[in-house]
């Protein structure tokens, strides 16, 4: 019987990305890292688990993109549109009880929100992540599917460059103010976008070359350079 190799590298790293996360959310609660004053860890956490999701994206969805896009709408999409009614009913539940916390439990705030917004019900903020995440994953099966079906060899690094370079717009419509509605959707993608490439490009490109530390310091860079951006989008 085979087992599954763990790698213990990303263990590590998810680990290190929800410490960040729990203790960049209740800095003043009790909870927080000495050294956030010179490291700004809250801009980049997200970024890091969007990383480690890219590094473990595997071309053989290529062959068959229509089923990555329905696993990714059964273990993303579904389970947020669940736990957004069940949270839903539990701050209707706590408005009786004279709480004012959340919005309406109406359609608007079950369908439409978590797709622009995800701050409706306070509750469930959290999960305003998703949705970015999951339509990054898509556009980036569907369009290497597209080359790889045209037969466009397209290297990596060029396909990386151009990844940042989205991101960068994405970068400037969130200083242009343009981070409220739907315009918040389109920069959370942009935003995400080249973190998730990035970590394709490690494990295509530089993993091979054995490189870590120089990876962790240019991502390290490029995360404070996005720094503002993330810091604006929740």
Not at 10 to 21: G, N, T
Not at 91 to 107: A, P, S, T, Y
Not at 162 to 191: D, K, P, Q
């Amino acid at each position: 019987m085979n087992k599954k190799k763990i790698d213990y590298r990303f263990k590590i790293l998810y680990a290190v990305a929800i410490l960040m996360v729990v203790a960049g959310h209740c800095d003043g609660g009790g909870i927080s890292l000495d050294f956030a004053q010179w490291f700004p860890y809250e801009g980049i956490h997200l970024a890091l688990f969007t990383f480690c999701s890219g590094y473990f994206f595997k071309d053989a969805a290529l062959k068959r993109p229509g089923r990555y896009v329905c696993k990714k709408l059964r273990t993303l999409i579904l389970p947020m549109y669940g736990y957004t009614i069940a949270y839903g009913l539990l701050v209707r539940l706590l408005h009786r009880w004279g709480f004012q916390i959340g919005g309406k439990f109406n359609l608007h705030n079950i369908l439409i929100s978590p797709l622009n917004d995800g701050h409706q019900f306070v509750l469930n903020m959290a999960g305003w992540y998703i949705v970015p995440l999951f339509i990054v994953e898509i556009l980036n099966c569907m369009i290497r599917a597209f080359f790889k079906r045209k037969g466009w060899q397209i290297p990596e690094w060029i396909f990386f460059a151009g990844v940042v370079l989205i991101g960068m717009g994405g970068n400037f419509l969130a200083i242009m103010e343009y981070r409220t509605s739907w315009w918040l959707t389109v920069v959370r993608i942009l935003y995400f976008a080249p973190f998730y490439a990035m970590g394709i490009f490690y494990k295509k490109i530089l993993e091979k070359y054995k490189i870590h530390c120089t990876m962790r310091g240019g991502y390290i860079r490029f995360g404070l350079n996005f720094y503002n951006t993330e810091e604006q989008m929740e």
